[in-house]
């Protein structure tokens, strides 16, 4: 009888072991849904914002190597609430005005968007999400964060 429970024991923890390896393997492979903007090649960081609300309404997410000193950008824009508001992204550099590059509507919708850095020399922009009513487009905050009228520099991309 004690030899069954041994190696019914040592089947199980055969099971958790392989199955932490697993995990472990897959969370390595597969980039966080949280990582966003760039802060240098290779580091990506966490994007959102929260119009005058708890919930976060827009996120935005890098697509896979976009960090990596290129001079262009490429992201995930999603829409995170169904609320009668749709969401956008926008870049400014230096002497220039806020460019729009991604726009979308709907809880859970996404939009794939690029930004080529406009200097062609240092793979850095400023970045800000945008919140617009659905009904007629029109922009009713942009900011990072909580912060509205803020925004992050986005470098390295």
């Given at each position: 009888m004690l030899d069954r429970r041994r190696r019914l024991a040592?089947?199980?923890?055969?099971?958790?072991?392989?199955?932490?390896?697993?995990?472990t393997v897959d969370s390595l492979a597969s980039p966080s849904p949280a990582e966003?903007?760039?802060?240098?090649?290779?580091?990506?960081?966490?994007?959102?914002?929260?119009y005058d609300r708890a919930a976060v309404q827009a996120s935005e997410t890098p697509a896979a190597?976009?960090?990596n000193g290129n001079?262009?950008?490429?992201?995930?824009l999603k829409d995170e609430e169904q609320d009668g508001y749709c969401?956008?992204?926008?870049?400014?550099e230096t002497d220039t005005f806020w460019v729009?590059?991604?726009?979308?509507?709907?809880?859970?919708?996404?939009?794939?968007?690029e930004w080529n850095d406009l200097q062609y020399n240092n793979s850095r922009a400023y970045e800000q999400l945008c919140v617009h009513r659905a009904?007629?487009?029109?922009q009713v905050a942009c900011g990072w964060g909580n912060e509205i009228e803020g925004f992050a520099t986005n470098?390295?991309?």
């Open positions: 040592a089947r199980f923890l055969a099971i958790g072991l392989l199955a932490a390896t697993l995990f966003a903007r760039c802060m240098g090649v290779n580091n990506p960081v966490y994007s959102w914002f929260a190597g976009t960090c001079n262009t950008y490429t992201g995930v969401v956008s992204v926008q870049f400014r729009p590059v991604g726009y979308v509507c709907g809880k859970g919708n996404t939009d794939r968007f009904s007629d487009g029109v470098w390295g991309y």
